[in-house]
């Protein structure tokens, strides 16, 4: 067990490496190939700064910021000690009818951060839940001002918003959807803006297909305005590949949702908290939604939390009738949980001190140069970059779609780099505190693994 994982089990035994194959078969992994995982363990003990510590003793570098979540890194004393101080101090508050200091606190520095009047912030445990509070507040809202036909939603293809019901059924990646029967009735979604010829290869923001936004207008028409309650996208669509939004693009949806009477969404649970190089995408784009989703970072991706942000007609439409009734029908047992709002201040505060809301932006010319040095290597289809992202779209193997990314991903793994795979298409999303030297390790290596791959064929 030289250099392995030392770790014991609730009985005191050793851990065993490799696992054994009975005994991973009781937990049923999400989004994961499960057959190959159990064939092919891969067990994390440990991280640390830009690095997990695996069981056989290696190292591997976190090329995407856990699941775009970790942006101050792995291991963060500061964190910690913030929740270990807080169980000491209050573990649990009721979410319902009592409040407790920090929530407050939060919710006040949460929406401080947000341009306009997104003045009002509801805690939530996920992504996920971000976006089925947002849905649901959009119909309830336009119910409360006597517009209750208003019950439809608009998502995108290719869109990613969660995996319950609701955001499932506005999400547009069709792998995600199909298994699911209906799944919430009523949405309709706008086209795509993947694979703009003109687009491909570009550096930063592309330039061409902001009239795609336009799309919604066709909605529009088709189903009469009175019936959208709102429109639910991504500031790019980071789980299907990295795909940007062209240069007007959010700004043009912003002003059809004006035109109508549509509230806009605007999902920013990956890039809020600097991924894009400003504190959030409200700000990089420079608009205003009515609605926002948040969670990943929030928390430096340590506790489940999550946060659905609103602007003051969206609160205000709720606030009538007499004030011991419940205004809206909606939250969770771990609403604002004390220790998720203690490991978010201390995130934030890291994130503030540290100048990472604003890494993308001075390392972003360096991380921008490294994608495109990969142009011209084989099967390299397009390149994408934002902030400190960056999407690396291959061809795929003819009949075998998924193979050629899935193949590099695990020989990156092998390597000591972890990234992340959608179709064919390689993310990339380290965390904020990566320097020039990471970049250096990882383009390297992708350099090297995307040379090879002929040959290994
Ligand atoms: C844009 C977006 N929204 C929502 C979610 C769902 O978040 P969670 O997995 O925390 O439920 C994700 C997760 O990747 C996401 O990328």
Redesign the pocket.
């Known amino acids: 067990m030289d250099g392995t994982y030392q770790g014991q089990d609730t009985k005191g035994n050793q851990w065993q490496w490799p696992p054994s194959r009975d005994f991973l078969d009781a937990y049923w992994m999400p989004f994961s190939g499960n057959r190959h995982f159990k064939a092919n363990p891969r067990m994390v003990v440990g991280a640390e700064g830009m690095h997990y510590k695996l069981a056989d003793g290696r190292d591997l570098m976190d090329g995407i910021a856990g ?2 979540c970790c942006n101050a890194g792995h291991g963060r004393k500061r964190i910690s000690d913030a929740i270990k101080n807080q169980i000491d101090e209050l573990d649990y508050s009721p979410a319902f009818q009592m409040g407790h200091y920090k929530a407050f606190d939060l919710a006040n520095r949460l929406t401080a951060m947000f341009p306009g009047d997104i003045n009002h912030a509801f805690f939530v445990n ?6 089925e509070t947002a849905l649901k507040m959009a119909l309830a809202y336009h119910k409360a001002r006597g517009e209750g036909g208003r019950t439809r939603l608009i998502g995108r293809e290719k869109g ?4 319950n019901f609701g ?1 499932t059924a506005v999400g547009g990646m069709t792998a995600n959807r199909k298994m699911y029967g209906n799944l919430v009735t009523g949405v309709d979604h706008l086209r795509h803006t993947h694979g703009i010829e003109e687009n491909r290869f570009t550096r930063g923001e592309p330039q061409h297909g902001a009239e795609f936004a336009d799309d919604l207008e066709r909605l529009v028409e088709l189903h009469d305005p009175s019936t959208i309650a709102a429109v639910i996208v ?1 500031p790019l669509c ?2 299907a590949g990295v795909i940007l939004s062209p240069k007007g693009y959010l700004e043009r949806i912003r002003a059809i949702c004006d035109k109508y009477g549509i509230l806009m969404i605007l ?1 920013e ?2 890039t809020c908290f600097g991924r894009i190089g400003k504190p959030n995408a409200s700000e990089f784009y420079g608009i205003v939604p009515d609605i926002v ?1 948040t ?2 970072a929030l928390a430096n991706g340590i506790i489940p939390m ?1 946060a659905t942000l609103v602007r003051s007609h969206v609160y205000d439409a709720f606030m009538h009738g007499p004030d011991y009734m419940v205004e809206l029908f909606h939250g969770y047992t771990f609403s604002g949980n004390p220790m998720a709002c203690a490991a978010a201040h201390a995130a934030l505060d890291i994130y503030e001190e540290d100048g990472l809301y604003y890494k993308g932006t001075t390392l972003g010319p360096y991380w921008e140069d490294a994608v495109h040095s990969l142009k011209g290597l084989p099967h390299v289809r397009d390149l994408r970059n934002l902030g400190l992202i960056a999407g690396i779209e291959l061809e795929p193997i003819p009949g075998a779609p998924g193979k050629r990314a899935f193949d590099l991903w695990w020989k990156a793994f092998q390597r000591g780099l972890l990234i992340r795979t959608t179709g064919d298409t390689i993310a990339l999303s380290p965390p904020l505190i990566i320097e020039k030297e990471h970049i250096d390790f990882a383009f390297g290596l992708l350099a090297e693994l995307l040379a090879e791959q002929d040959k290994a064929a």
Request: aromatic share 8%.
């Open positions: 699941l775009w996920s992504g996920s839940e971000s976006v990613y918003h969660g995996a955001s991504e980071a789980s999902d649970v990956i989703c969670a990943k999550g």
